[in-house]
């Protein structure tokens, strides 16, 4: 049923069908009429977000990293990247956490609350930056895709065949390792790394686009408006388009989570910034490797930020999902 | 008058490294009754070996294994920096210093069971000599013989720094007599072949396994069947096996060794990259032991009861100008600016071990030829603010493009991250705009900042052989594109000082030099780093030799 | 079943292709051009010179493609500029290491990942059921390097229990036959050398198994729930067969249905995983070999591995697309 969209080409394998499945059924939400009670889609789904303990916790975990994110630059003890504390530092000796530095200082001699405050805003950077690019390029190609599907020609039929085989081979790729092929190319920045993760992220997105849109070619509203003689791109851009958000923010916050992993994986790999004395969390974490028989805990703090901020996308996401969708709901 | 002086010094040394070769001889322990003669030591190092033919490594993992396979004319003593005897027992020069004689060890044999003897020396020198224009001459590949010689017999075309070769010839009047005659006289001949590429290789073994047929390019090289899978040296330990998927190199001990047989059984060196994972790996036993130990952890180390031995600072980090690169260094003001302006105090106390110190000039105090009164650069930020306004730059006005590897560490630079993070911090206070260059150490850092591709950039040297010629010429004898500067005056000062037979003399030449580089200034010397390396407890008998170059032969496991 | 086999096989062609060109452009588009990345930086001017005729770099473009492709139907990948050996050879050395690695780690996640999850389906809401969600979320959520840490950290140096370092202890005299150490210890009955080599697998294939592990025991739970929400489970309950019954011939066939397709997706991601996890272990498979290569700039290893394990999970989806039509006869009909 869910796997059965009208005129979906053969993906390259179950691979690409997996990932696919759980994607189409997002992008079917779009076309779930209102219920018995005459509800939008929205409001009944924030109805059910509200009880769900699971959103709760999430959103207060993301709303509190945004908070931190946009509010902690500007009420740092200490500038992040200053050596304050160079003189306490020797080899084996790094100053835990004390009266004015709350967390202790990093193998330079640096804040590392300050740090960690600071690192908030990069890491929720490379999130955003890299979700919005996967979201731009994907929805483009998945919109040309969709539109062209819908528009019924032999000619789209063969667009929309070509862009989503090229997407379901992306789709099929590990993201990390398509990650680094990309930074490979583009050398070893911060831009890259977000440039990287995004373009792993625009398979999801592509599929997502075109799949809510052709979920909806087919709705009743959308063939009354085409008998009405509405146009059919205003069609689209009124109605379609719309109805597609509610899961596209269900899946962009799944991927923030995501994109926020691969990241500090590419930091590990050695592919992010080299200028690591700007603070991010991913490549804070991957420095403390060094300094792990010295002094641990600066390995903890930056990877227990992750996990919490990755796990409150997680949680917010995964809610919204089984919020929108009533089959899942029990 | 300076003929018969000199002669006299090298009578004198020749006798003393016979002296002193007995003793070292009469001086090492016998085993312990409770020691393992079948014993295994598994080493960890930090990479992959390059090849078995020294002749074309010059990396310090490679030189470290085939100085276990090969030997040479004359070695240090174990644990020091004192020439001695190795498969000459004696050699003397004549009175024009370019005549060498060698008396050679008796009873030697190689490991394929040839015969040593004058002969196959002769044979080897005049294979380097030899060695045909193109890949086998370039930088990488035979570096330590173009060091020596300058040239070869042939010198590739578009080779324009090769000259005319130090060595001449080699004759063989006895099996056990070389002479070996040089073009003039210079003082890295004999003692810069102490280094394991001057191994002497069985000649049998050197012509059916094809030794000299290299090809490839100089990144991607490919050896010939000699140096992948016969090595063939003197040493105390033969080959046995390469495996390449785990980075294992198996030598077992030479039965037929001249000397003191080995008193282990098998040597083995893994490669294991991560310095952590060598950290580990020792601590729970499944090495003995790794060399050069990150200073974090030294303390732990010597609390779970490893043998940590630190080695003297016989090497330098230095910060270096290329000023064709950036004409702004041209002005001496400005070179000034930036030592002032950099707190290398306070990077030595923060990121390397103890003992580092501060380095006032560009070749270590241990060796003579260290001058106490050089131009001093302290610390002062207001100096160099001052000093670049001078020369016309305000504040955020001068840029410098500021390379520095990663993906390495180096026994002078354990850290490259956090010294250039520090340093960069340093002349960004001081009104200085850095473009941080990062580049992988292998396989483009040396190539491209030798060639003068950077502003400034970090580089070291440890010691090849305990002389200050080996610092100050490796930079300063001849125009470099590395540092871009044309000095006529240091260039010459080196040469004659190479060039002078008479040691007291060359040492107060030497420190002449090291004042009026200072002056000059053509970059800024940054520390001096003891080395440590570490054993596990029941390791006994390896001493720590301040040039990297430990002898594993007497090393002796208790149960 | 042939006529759907033929019909995979030859979909699969494209995909290489297009893969191939691809990389093909990927190779042109690195910084200083194809000639500076297959040889590094340090080549001369002849090496260079030489190596723009071979792969025709001044011809046109199509005649370039050919030849690349040429060198790659011949198994050519070039050589790695930090290992000066083959391409392929090195990765035939080391990647059995990794299967093994993966392999383990399968069984890690699914041996205990499907019990959970189904119990935790069958109970739901229960304190296990909580956990067992949380739990697997989390273990999405946490770096797998990071996680290779903290096990290293605690049972490699604290408590010692396992090794740490590399496939096998060092000096370990074992004979290689598959290059699978475990397998090669048992199929020439050096005990030893297998115990040690499956010693020396068990911290990193924790490691790599936490992401499958979560993904199997959500997929699983979600699955087992689907199914006993079906109308032929209740009509079964009806009809009164034992529980155990519906158990074994209904809600797991089909609940293992997805599970078996995600293995491809798992693929991947014990792929990546063993990238970040052996060098944590200094575990010599590929995905330690790959990590130096990316910090050493060794693209002839980076373009062979893409090429590499794009042909291996071509293979690995071609078997689960197999497995799948074997499970679920409908799907051959597609």
Redesign the interface.
């Known amino acids: 049923m869910a796997t059965q969209s009208p005129q979906r080409p053969?993906p390259?394998?179950?691979?690409g069908?997996?990932?696919g499945e759980r994607i189409d059924r997002l992008a079917e939400l779009a076309a779930t009429p209102p219920d018995e009670r005459g509800e939008s889609l929205t409001r009944e789904t924030l109805r059910r977000l509200r009880r769900s303990p699971m959103a709760i916790v999430g959103a207060v975990v993301v709303l509190m990293f945004v908070v931190i994110a946009l509010v902690g630059p500007y009420v740092l003890p200490y500038p992040p990247?200053?050596?304050v504390g160079?003189?306490q530092?020797?080899?084996?000796q790094i100053p835990g956490p004390s009266a004015e530095h709350w967390l202790g200082l990093d193998?330079?001699?640096r804040d590392e609350f300050s740090r960690m405050l600071f690192g908030a805003r990069q890491t929720l950077l490379v999130g955003v930056v890299a979700t919005l690019f996967g979201f731009s390029v994907g929805a483009l190609i998945g919109g040309v895709a969709g539109a062209a599907n819908s528009l019924g020609s032999r000619a789209g039929q063969w667009l929309d065949s070509v862009l989503m085989?090229?997407i379901d081979?992306l789709l099929?790729?590990?993201?990390?390792?398509l990650a680094?092929?990309v930074a490979?190319?583009l050398?070893?920045s911060l831009t890259a790394v977000m440039i990287a993760v995004g373009v792993a992220a625009t398979p999801i997105f592509a599929r997502l686009l075109r799949g809510s849109m052709i979920a909806q070619a087919h709705r009743d509203y959308v063939l009354a408006a085409s008998a009405l003689g509405v146009r059919r791109n205003r069609v689209v851009l009124g109605h379609i388009f719309p109805n597609s958000l509610a899961p596209v923010i269900v899946q962009a916050t799944l991927t923030l989570?995501t994109a926020i992993?691969e990241a500090?994986?590419l930091s590990?790999?050695?592919?992010g910034n080299?200028?690591?004395?700007i603070p991010e969390w991913?490549t804070m974490?991957a420095?403390a490797?060094?300094?792990?028989?010295?002094r641990?805990a600066l390995?903890v703090y930056p990877?227990v930020a992750?996990?919490i901020t990755?796990?409150g996308f997680?949680?917010l996401g995964?809610s919204m999902r089984e919020a929108l969708d009533p089959k899942l709901r029990? | 008058m300076r003929a018969t002086r000199f002669k006299a010094a090298v009578v004198i040394a020749a006798v003393s490294a016979l002296v002193l070769s007995g003793c070292a001889d009469s001086d090492r322990d016998e085993p312990d009754a409770g020691a393992n003669t079948d014993a295994t030591l598994i080493f960890g190092t930090e990479g992959e070996i390059t090849t078995l033919d020294p002749t074309w490594t010059s990396d310090s993992i490679s030189s470290r294994v085939n100085g276990q396979i090969y030997e040479t004319l004359v070695r240090l003593a174990p644990g020091t920096v004192d020439i001695v005897g190795g498969l000459a027992e004696t050699w003397e020069a004549d009175e024009t210093g370019t005549v060498w004689t060698f008396n050679l060890r008796d009873g030697v044999t190689f490991h394929d069971g040839a015969e040593f003897n004058s002969e196959a020396v002769c044979f080897n020198f005049e294979r380097w000599h030899n060695l045909p224009p193109g890949l086998a001459q370039s930088p990488d590949m035979s570096y330590y013989w173009q060091q020596l010689s300058g040239g070869f017999a042939e010198n590739s075309p578009d080779r324009t720094d090769l000259g005319d070769p130090l060595y001449v010839s080699c004759e063989s009047p006895d099996p056990l007599t070389t002479v070996i005659t040089l073009r003039e006289p210079s003082a890295k001949f004999p003692n810069l072949m102490v280094r394991q590429q001057f191994g002497i290789h069985s000649p049998d073994a050197l012509q059916q396994f094809d030794a000299d047929n290299i090809g490839g390019t100089p990144a991607a090289p490919e050896f010939p069947v000699y140096a992948d899978e016969h090595p063939t040296g003197t040493g105390p330990f033969m080959f046995e096996s390469w495996d390449r998927a785990n980075g294992e190199v198996t030598l077992v001990r030479h039965d037929n060794y001249w000397g003191e047989t080995a008193t282990i059984a098998r040597l083995i060196f893994r490669a294991i990259p991560d310095e952590n994972a060598r950290r580990q790996a020792l601590l729970s036993g499944e090495i003995h032991g790794y060399d050069q130990p990150n200073a974090a952890d030294w303390d732990t180390l010597e609390s779970n009861g490893m043998r940590l031995e630190i080695r003297d600072a016989m090497n330098l980090l230095y910060i270096a100008f290329t000023q064709d690169q950036n004409p702004a260094l041209e002005d001496i003001r400005v070179r000034q600016a930036i030592a002032y302006a950099l707190n290398r105090q306070a990077m030595v106390d923060a990121v390397m071990p103890d003992g580092a110190e501060v380095a006032s000039q560009f070749s270590p105090p241990l060796l003579p030829g260290w001058n106490p009164d050089v131009p001093a650069y302290e610390y002062d930020p207001d100096r160099a603010r001052d000093l670049l306004s001078q020369a016309g730059f305000e504040e955020g006005e001068f840029e410098i493009d500021f390379w520095w590897p990663t993906d390495v560490t180096r026994p002078y630079m354990p850290d490259p991250q956090s010294i250039f993070e520090l340093f960069r911090a340093d002349l960004e206070a001081a009104g200085i705009v850095v473009n941080a260059i990062s580049v992988p150490w292998t396989p483009e850092y040396l190539a491209e900042v030798q060639n003068g591709a950077a502003g400034a950039h970090f580089l070291g040297w440890t010691a090849d052989f305990p002389d200050t010629i080996n610092f100050l010429g490796t930079w300063f004898s001849r125009p470099l594109p590395q540092w871009g500067f044309d000095n006529q005056s240091i260039f010459d000062g080196l040469a004659e000082a190479d060039a002078e037979p008479d040691s007291e003399t060359r040492y107060a030449m030497y420190e002449e030099l090291n004042a009026e580089i200072m002056e000059y200034l053509p970059g800024v010397p940054i520390s001096h780093t003891p080395v440590a390396i570490v054993f596990a407890p029941n390791v006994t008998g390896v001493e720590a030799s301040p040039l990297l170059d430990e002898v594993f032969a007497t090393a002796q496991i208790s149960e | 079943m042939a006529r759907f086999l033929v019909r995979r096989l030859l979909q699969v062609i494209p995909t290489l292709a297009a893969l191939s060109v691809l990389l093909f452009v990927w190779l042109r588009a690195l910084p200083g051009g194809p000639e500076v990345a297959l040889l590094g930086e340090r080549a001369t001017p002849e090496a260079r010179a030489a190596i723009r005729d071979r792969m025709g770099l001044d011809e046109p473009v199509l005649v370039q493609y050919a030849a690349y492709m040429r060198d790659l139907l011949r198994l050519d990948l070039g050589t790695s500029t930090q290992t000066r050996q083959p391409v392929l050879e090195e990765f035939l050395l080391r990647f059995p290491g990794t299967v093994e690695l993966a392999l383990a780690a399968m069984v890690i996640a699914v041996g205990v990942g499907i019990p959970l999850g189904y119990f935790a389906a069958r109970r739901r809401g229960s304190l296990l059921d909580n956990l067992t969600v949380g739990g697997s979320m989390v273990g999405i959520c946490t770096p797998i390097f990071f996680l290779a840490f903290v096990l290293k950290w605690v049972f490699g140096e604290n408590l010692g229990w396992l090794p740490t370092i590399g496939r096998q202890s060092p000096g370990a005299d074992a004979t290689h036959i598959t290059n699978m150490y475990v397998l090669d210890g048992i199929l020439t009955q050096e005990w030893d050398a297998a115990w040690d080599a499956f010693l020396h697998l068990m911290l990193p294939a924790i490691a790599v198994a936490s992401i499958p592990f979560a993904i199997i025991v959500r997929m699983t739970r979600a699955s087992v729930l689907e199914v006993l929400g079906e109308d032929y489970v209740r009509t079964a309950e009806a009809k009164g067969l034992t529980h155990r019954v519906i158990r074994g011939r209904h809600v797991l066939r089909n609940a293992l249905l997805p599970v078996v397709t995600a293995i491809g997706v798992l693929a991947g991601a014990l792929l990546s995983g063993a990238v970040l996890t052996e060098t944590v272990f200094a575990f010599n498979g590929i995905g330690l070999f790959v990590y130096n290569a990316i910090r050493n700039s060794d693209y002839p290893v980076l373009m062979g591995f893409i090429m590499f394990i794009a042909f291996t999970f071509v293979l690995v989806n071609l078997l689960v697309d197999i497995s799948y039509s074997v499970i679920d006869p409908r799907v051959r009909v597609r």
């Open positions: 053969l390259p394998g179950p691979v069908q997996w990932r990247t200053a050596t160079l003189d530092i020797r080899p084996g193998h330079l001699g085989r090229f081979l099929a790729m590990p993201p990390l390792l680094f092929s490979a190319v050398g070893r989570a992993i500090a994986g590990f790999l050695g592919l080299p200028n690591t004395s991913g974490l420095q490797q060094d300094q792990l028989a010295v641990p390995a990877a992750i996990i990755a796990l997680t949680l995964e029990r």
